[in-house]
């Protein structure tokens, strides 16, 4: 569980003091900003413990994973998300706002689901800041889908649920999104889960990671169960 402090003080000690506890309990603390631009946020977000996209159902990384770095923080009424993807070749054939951006090439995922809520969101941004937005009512749509008795297309969302910038850099390329939602606010819990398609332009075979610990028997993105969860305070 990772908690989000508003406190600069506290969360600078407890950042240090919880580095060990998340080994054990996947506790962090991260901080609170007030109200800033998007763009002085992509230059000065604070000192915060970073969270890894990993394989974690592999024995070992395949050859062509390369390492991402995920940092999350709050302001009253948004959720910040910054990511630094490494990557040999950034690709994408992504044209336009909500395509199926995971078939098209790399590929930088959100899910997030508020709290008290058995709905959650797919928030995806491709290079070039294409976006896509999906909402599910329930972890339940998933099967519906899979065994084609439902169909994608009615998920989809149309007006924005959240802002996103892009930039490539020396290593690959960097996302930043602001997702605006009534429920982030001091006290709440969320679910969430940062995944990752690595295609370069080999789109049939992507290299996936996740900040979720996945196992071989059950690699599905949707499984909320091992999901964290993150609690603003």
């Known amino acids: 569980r990772i908690i989000l402090c508003s406190d600069p003080v506290k969360t600078h000690l407890l950042c240090h003091i919880r580095f060990f506890v998340i080994l054990i309990w996947k506790s962090i603390t991260l901080p609170y900003l007030e109200k800033r631009s998007m763009a002085l946020l992509l230059a000065s977000y604070p000192e915060s ?3 890894s996209l990993g394989q974690h159902w592999r024995d070992e990384n395949e050859t062509g994973f390369r390492p991402s770095s995920i940092n999350i923080w709050w302001e009253t009424g948004s959720l910040h998300v910054t990511a630094e993807l490494q990557d040999d070749v950034v690709y994408t054939s992504a044209t336009a706002f909500n395509q199926r951006l995971w078939e098209r090439g790399d590929t930088f995922e959100m899910f997030l689901r ?3 809520s ?5 928030l995806h941004v491709a290079p070039g800041n294409y976006r896509m937005q999906l909402r599910f009512p329930s972890a339940e749509t998933i099967r519906g889908l899979r ?18 910038e892009t930039e490539l850099t ?5 996302v930043h999104a602001r997702i ?11 679910g969430f889960s ?9 789109i049939i075979a992507p ?9 071989p028997e059950r690699l599905d993105f949707h499984d909320q169960s091992v999901w964290n969860t993150v609690q603003l305070s």
Do not use: I, K, Q
């Open 194 to 202: 940062f995944c990752r398609y690595d295609t370069g332009m080999d």
């Open 170 to 174: 020396p290593e690959g390329w960097r």
């Open 114 to 116: 508020p709290p008290g």
């Open 207 to 215: 290299v996936l990671s996740s900040t979720s610990e996945h196992t």
């Open 147 to 164: 065994d084609n008795t439902d169909s994608l297309d009615r998920y989809f969302v149309t007006e924005n649920l959240f802002e996103s």
């Open 49 to 51: 413990l970073t969270l």
């Open 180 to 190: 605006p939602h009534p429920d982030v606010r001091s006290g709440a819990e969320w």
């Open 118 to 122: 058995d709905g959650y969101l797919e």
